[in-house]
């Protein structure tokens, strides 16, 4: 059996333009063009235009693979003015501005834990750092706070008096109200989500739409997947590769339903008293609340099943798991651990001897070295490109 695992590396190895700059771009290139009636120029108009004006190469290669898809697809009017009702995004303007200092590179999941990292210190006046007001400048909904004065602890911010958690008895003494503001700032995470759904829709699901799987295919092998634990909001795997949707696990939900975006868990979760403070941005939690994670269980659960009554299969290869375009972060570990520890083989998909280095960093990363040696030792693990994975498959 071959499970394939999959991230976004996955679509763009298909020339799919997934990468977080390429949202990024997209959508500060409509805010900053909000009086051009863009609706009346295609997908494929704008892309070009972003391309040149933002030096996007990703963007400009994803553009003349799928150009013809692409002049095909026009925004609908009430899409483009939902973006528009959402360009100030606090999630938003934090990460454009993110992306355009740091040169070149962002990582959504990472930087949403640092920016929960700094409101731990507001809301938490023991772990208070004056540093962490750098940060949440931009996400200053719950306070005010005038320029001349200078910060040292939490009492010196002042909470807008409907983000008060005020004492029944005695009202000048109060405390930021941590749920108030917890849930206004993952209510912004879930807009942001509206506008990368749309991202998603009109500049990568319509134009795969709309182009031929055979002008796309790179590697007919993706068709010998009998399943696939797939990491992406996107259907790229069902659409190129023909695979039935009920084999196809969106984890993180998709497009056309909810979408998981968030943190992964830490040792915080681990504890006796958990601290649920920031719980719904766990990427655990959504994927409950959101049940994107139900038919996958039941595929776990159904392998363990057959691995328990049948011993003899874990020495004969059955269970093929290969990892397509997913780095291995650490921020995804609870699911490659499960996935893993069921695997009799698992071949990891490189480009590159630098990317088989980073690859086994970030599995130390997740498992410590003796628990990686054990992984090792119980389990085929195997580093192949792209072109020579037909040899390695069931």
């Known amino acids: ?38 609706y009346q120029y295609s997908v494929g108009e704008i892309f070009k235009a972003i391309a040149s004006e933002k030096m996007d190469s990703f963007i400009e290669k994803s553009y003349k693979k799928y150009e013809s898809a692409y002049n095909q697809v026009y925004f609908e009017k009430q899409d483009i003015n939902t973006i528009l009702a959402l360009s100030n995004n606090m999630w938003l303007k934090y990460f454009i501005d993110l992306y ?8 959504f999941e990472k930087e949403i834990a640092f920016v929960l990292k700094q409101f731990y210190a507001v809301l938490c006046p023991a772990a208070f750092y004056p540093q962490a007001l750098h940060v949440l400048r931009y996400f200053s909904f719950f306070y005010d706070m005038q320029a001349n004065i200078i910060v040292h602890e939490v009492s010196d911010i002042s909470i807008k008096e409907e983000y008060k958690d005020k004492n029944p008895f005695n009202f000048n003494n109060y405390k930021p109200d941590q749920e108030k503001i917890v849930d206004k700032l993952f209510d912004s995470l879930k807009k942001l989500i509206t506008l990368l759904k749309l991202y998603l829709k009109y500049f990568v699901e319509k134009p795969l739409d709309l182009t031929s799987s055979q002008e796309i295919i790179n590697n007919h092998v993706f068709k010998k997947a009998n399943y696939v634990v797939n990491f992406n909001y996107t259907n790229t795997f069902e659409k190129l590769y023909g695979l039935n949707k009920d084999k196809v696990f969106h984890l993180h939900g998709d497009i056309d339903n909810e979408m998981v975006l968030g943190i992964n868990p830490d040792s915080k979760d681990e504890l006796n008293e958990l601290d649920t403070t920031f719980i719904q941005f766990k990427k655990y939690y959504q994927r409950i609340v959101y049940r994107t994670d139900l038919n996958y269980q039941g595929f776990i659960k159904s392998i363990g099943i057959s691995y328990s009554q049948s011993p003899t299969l874990s020495n004969s290869n059955n269970f093929i798991v290969i990892v397509a375009g997913h780095s291995l972060d650490k921020t995804d570990e609870d699911i490659i651990k499960q996935v893993f520890n069921l695997a009799d083989k698992i071949v990891i998909l490189c480009h590159n001897d630098q990317a088989i280095g980073k690859y086994i960093k970030n599995l130390i990363t997740i498992y410590g070295k003796k628990e990686f040696d054990n992984l090792r030792s119980k389990t085929d693990l195997e580093f192949t490109s792209y072109e020579n994975l037909d040899n390695v498959l069931l």
């Open 100 to 107: 355009n200092k740091d040169l070149g590179w962002i990582d």
């Open 1 to 38: 059996m071959n499970i394939f695992l999959v991230g976004n590396g996955f679509d763009l190895y298909h020339g799919l333009p997934t990468k977080y700059e390429n949202f990024l771009h997209t959508m500060e290139y409509i805010i900053n063009h909000k009086n051009d009636d863009l």
